[in-house]
Protein backbone atom coordinates (compact mmCIF):
# COMPACT_ATOMS: atom_id res chain seq x y z
CA UNK A 1 0.00 0.00 0.00
CA UNK A 2 1.54 3.09 -0.88
CA UNK A 3 1.32 6.12 1.45
CA UNK A 4 1.68 10.01 0.72
CA UNK A 5 2.91 12.37 2.19
CA UNK A 6 2.07 15.55 0.39
CA UNK A 7 -0.45 17.06 -1.66
CA UNK A 8 1.99 16.61 -4.87
CA UNK A 9 2.61 12.77 -4.42
CA UNK A 10 -1.01 12.26 -4.52
CA UNK A 11 -1.58 14.45 -7.56
CA UNK A 12 2.07 12.40 -9.00
CA UNK A 13 0.29 8.90 -8.22
CA UNK A 14 -3.09 10.28 -10.04
CA UNK A 15 -1.55 11.61 -12.99
CA UNK A 16 0.27 8.03 -13.35
CA UNK A 17 -2.98 6.25 -13.28
CA UNK A 18 -4.69 8.51 -15.84
CA UNK A 19 -1.54 7.74 -17.87
CA UNK A 20 -1.71 3.91 -17.40
CA UNK A 21 -5.16 4.18 -18.55
CA UNK A 22 -4.77 5.69 -21.60
CA UNK A 23 -1.69 3.35 -22.30
CA UNK A 24 -4.71 0.27 -21.15
CA UNK A 25 -7.37 1.73 -23.18
CA UNK A 26 -5.15 2.32 -25.97
CA UNK A 27 -3.89 -1.05 -25.55
CA UNK A 28 -7.52 -2.96 -26.12
CA UNK A 29 -8.55 -0.14 -28.92
CA UNK A 30 -6.29 -2.31 -30.49
CA UNK A 31 -6.91 -5.28 -29.77
CA UNK A 32 -10.98 -5.72 -30.36
CA UNK A 33 -12.57 -7.02 -33.37
CA UNK A 34 -15.69 -4.86 -32.54
CA UNK A 35 -15.67 -1.34 -34.33
CA UNK A 36 -17.87 -0.19 -31.77
CA UNK A 37 -15.41 -1.18 -28.74
CA UNK A 38 -12.64 -0.35 -30.52
CA UNK A 39 -14.16 3.00 -30.46
CA UNK A 40 -15.26 3.40 -26.94
CA UNK A 41 -11.81 2.42 -26.09
CA UNK A 42 -10.40 5.47 -27.93
CA UNK A 43 -12.59 7.50 -27.02
CA UNK A 44 -11.95 6.55 -23.33
CA UNK A 45 -8.40 7.14 -23.83
CA UNK A 46 -8.55 10.40 -24.99
CA UNK A 47 -10.43 11.25 -21.86
CA UNK A 48 -8.47 9.72 -19.59
CA UNK A 49 -5.88 12.43 -21.25
CA UNK A 50 -7.50 14.94 -20.65
CA UNK A 51 -7.91 14.16 -16.99
CA UNK A 52 -4.21 14.01 -16.94
CA UNK A 53 -4.01 17.02 -18.29
CA UNK A 54 -6.51 18.77 -15.84
CA UNK A 55 -4.46 16.93 -12.47
CA UNK A 56 -0.90 18.61 -14.46
CA UNK A 57 -2.46 22.10 -14.65
CA UNK A 58 -3.79 21.49 -10.72
CA UNK A 59 -0.27 20.68 -9.86
CA UNK A 60 1.48 23.22 -11.70
CA UNK A 61 -0.27 26.29 -10.39
CA UNK A 62 -0.20 24.51 -7.05
CA UNK A 63 -4.14 24.92 -7.18
CA UNK A 64 -5.18 22.32 -4.93
CA UNK A 65 -4.46 22.84 -0.83
CA UNK A 66 -4.68 20.14 1.65
CA UNK A 67 -3.41 19.68 5.32
CA UNK A 68 -0.30 17.36 5.71
CA UNK A 69 -2.36 15.80 8.08
CA UNK A 70 -5.31 14.77 5.96
CA UNK A 71 -3.23 12.92 2.99
CA UNK A 72 -1.95 10.32 4.54
CA UNK A 73 -5.48 8.84 5.43
CA UNK A 74 -6.60 8.63 1.50
CA UNK A 75 -5.25 5.39 1.49
CA UNK A 76 -5.04 5.88 -2.14
CA UNK A 77 -3.35 2.76 -2.53
CA UNK A 78 -5.76 0.33 -1.49
CA UNK A 79 -8.24 1.26 -4.05
CA UNK A 80 -5.37 0.11 -7.38
CA UNK A 81 -3.68 -3.27 -5.62
CA UNK A 82 -4.59 -6.32 -8.21
CA UNK A 83 -6.01 -4.37 -11.01
CA UNK A 84 -3.03 -4.66 -13.49
CA UNK A 85 -3.91 -5.76 -16.84
CA UNK A 86 -1.91 -9.04 -18.35
CA UNK A 87 -1.00 -9.55 -21.32
CA UNK A 88 -2.45 -12.35 -22.48
CA UNK A 89 -6.13 -11.53 -20.73
CA UNK A 90 -9.52 -11.92 -22.68
CA UNK A 91 -12.26 -9.67 -23.25
CA UNK A 92 -14.07 -10.76 -20.02
CA UNK A 93 -10.86 -9.96 -17.99
CA UNK A 94 -10.18 -6.41 -19.92
CA UNK A 95 -13.86 -5.51 -19.08
CA UNK A 96 -13.34 -6.58 -15.68
CA UNK A 97 -9.71 -5.17 -15.34
CA UNK A 98 -11.51 -1.57 -16.85
CA UNK A 99 -14.24 -1.42 -14.76
CA UNK A 100 -12.47 -2.30 -11.36
CA UNK A 101 -9.96 0.93 -12.30
CA UNK A 102 -12.93 2.97 -13.11
CA UNK A 103 -14.36 2.01 -9.82
CA UNK A 104 -10.59 2.76 -7.93
CA UNK A 105 -10.49 6.25 -9.84
CA UNK A 106 -13.99 7.46 -9.36
CA UNK A 107 -13.40 6.77 -5.03
CA UNK A 108 -9.49 8.61 -5.75
CA UNK A 109 -11.48 11.47 -6.69
CA UNK A 110 -14.42 11.46 -4.96
CA UNK A 111 -12.11 11.48 -1.48
CA UNK A 112 -10.06 14.28 -2.97
CA UNK A 113 -13.53 16.13 -3.22
CA UNK A 114 -14.02 15.55 0.33
CA UNK A 115 -10.81 16.67 1.04
CA UNK A 116 -10.89 20.24 0.19
CA UNK A 117 -12.18 22.92 1.24
CA UNK A 118 -11.96 24.83 -2.00
CA UNK A 119 -14.94 24.72 -3.49
CA UNK A 120 -13.53 24.95 -7.39
CA UNK A 121 -11.34 21.87 -6.28
CA UNK A 122 -14.08 20.15 -5.30
CA UNK A 123 -15.91 20.69 -8.73
CA UNK A 124 -12.99 19.77 -10.63
CA UNK A 125 -12.40 16.59 -8.42
CA UNK A 126 -16.44 15.62 -8.49
CA UNK A 127 -16.32 16.39 -11.87
CA UNK A 128 -13.84 13.66 -12.52
CA UNK A 129 -15.34 10.75 -10.42
CA UNK A 130 -18.76 11.80 -12.58
CA UNK A 131 -16.25 10.80 -15.66
CA UNK A 132 -14.69 7.77 -14.17
CA UNK A 133 -18.44 6.58 -12.99
CA UNK A 134 -19.82 6.82 -16.56
CA UNK A 135 -16.80 4.98 -17.83
CA UNK A 136 -17.22 2.45 -15.26
CA UNK A 137 -21.17 2.04 -16.19
CA UNK A 138 -20.38 1.69 -19.97
CA UNK A 139 -17.94 -1.06 -19.07
CA UNK A 140 -20.79 -3.02 -17.01
CA UNK A 141 -23.34 -2.34 -19.90
CA UNK A 142 -20.93 -3.98 -22.12
CA UNK A 143 -20.19 -6.66 -19.80
CA UNK A 144 -23.62 -7.32 -19.39
CA UNK A 145 -24.92 -7.26 -22.98
CA UNK A 146 -21.74 -9.37 -24.29
CA UNK A 147 -20.47 -11.39 -21.67
CA UNK A 148 -23.13 -12.14 -19.42
CA UNK A 149 -25.86 -13.08 -22.40
CA UNK A 150 -23.07 -15.57 -23.58
CA UNK A 151 -23.47 -17.81 -20.79
Do not use: C, W
Request: glycine share 2%; no cysteine; net charge negative.
Amino acid sequence: MAKFNSIEQVLNFAIKLEQDAVDFYNQLSQQVQNQEMKDVFHEFALEEIKHKARLQGIKDRKLFIMPDDKVPDLKIGDYVEGIAPAKDMDYREALIVAMKREKAAFILYTNLAKKTEDPEMKSVFTSLALEESRHKLRFEVEYDEYIMREN
